[in-house]
């Protein structure tokens, strides 16, 4: 069975840090990996996704990589503002199977 | 990309009834798939569901508890019985398009 991790759970930063947030899983064997962004009491909204063939996908101050070898996924996330406040989840799905496995999340808050 | 549009967002409920949450997606979707959240914890996957077809449950999710319709390939729910307080969680659904997924807002779902 896929185990995702991320880690920190929580992290706080003043506005205008640069900042990384990371995720690995067990197995390599992924179809895909997606990170997404959760609001308190809402639900995902899609961020980034990354196919097995890709390292790394960029939209505007995000940037995600792949290391499928190592089972590691990192979201990195330029010059943060108070409104990116909020849970992110990586998930995964293997290339076999529908399902999509969950990391716990990382609660990130910037601070003013 | 896919609007997944949820409702109720939120409910509080007696305990011993039962309460069904609706998606509707904007184009069509093969497989949905249906969440849940507890307080603090990552997603859950309760079961995949596909037209014309039962749904398909995970482990420690049963039918009669979570019975799920699926009449077309843009709408589906998810019905709640017999509710206990064990049951308060954030219930999603989700879809995928071109192999990226998309969620609902959730429903906030409190059992008294």
């Known amino acids: 069975k896929q185990e995702v991790t991320q880690i920190p759970a929580a992290l706080s930063v003043p506005e205008g840090e640069n900042l990384v947030l990371n995720c690995s899983f067990t197995?390599?064997?992924?179809?895909?990996l997606q990170w997404f962004r959760q609001d308190p009491g809402k639900g995902l909204t899609s961020l980034l996704l990354?196919?097995?063939?890709?390292r790394e996908q960029t939209s505007g101050r995000l940037n995600a990589s792949l290391d499928k070898s190592s089972g590691r996924s990192t979201l990195y996330i330029a010059a943060s503002q108070p409104g990116d406040s909020a849970t992110y989840l990586c998930?995964?799905?293997?290339?076999?199977?529908?399902?999509?496995?969950f990391g716990t999340g990382t609660s990130l808050t910037v601070i003013p | 990309s896919a609007v997944i549009s949820q409702k109720p967002s939120r409910d509080i409920c007696q305990r011993g009834t039962s309460l069904t949450i609706q998606c509707q997606v904007d184009?069509?979707?093969?497989?949905m798939f249906w969440y849940r959240q507890q307080p603090g914890q990552s997603l859950t996957l309760i079961a995949t569901?596909?037209?014309?077809?039962?749904?398909?449950?995970e482990s420690g999710f049963v039918i009669d508890k979570f019975p799920i319709s699926r009449p077309n390939l843009t709408f589906s729910t998810l019905t709640v019985s017999n509710m206990s307080p064990e049951d308060s969680s954030i219930y999603l659904c989700?879809?995928?398009?071109?192999?990226?997924?998309?969620f609902g807002q959730g429903t906030r779902l409190t059992v008294v």
């Open positions: 184009s069509q979707v093969t497989m």
């Open positions: 998930a995964v799905r293997l290339l076999t199977g529908n399902q999509f496995y």
């Open positions: 197995d390599s064997a992924i179809y895909n």
């Open positions: 990354i196919q097995s063939s890709q």
């Open positions: 569901a596909n037209q014309g077809s039962e749904a398909t449950y």
């Open positions: 989700s879809g995928r398009v071109n192999t990226e997924a998309f």
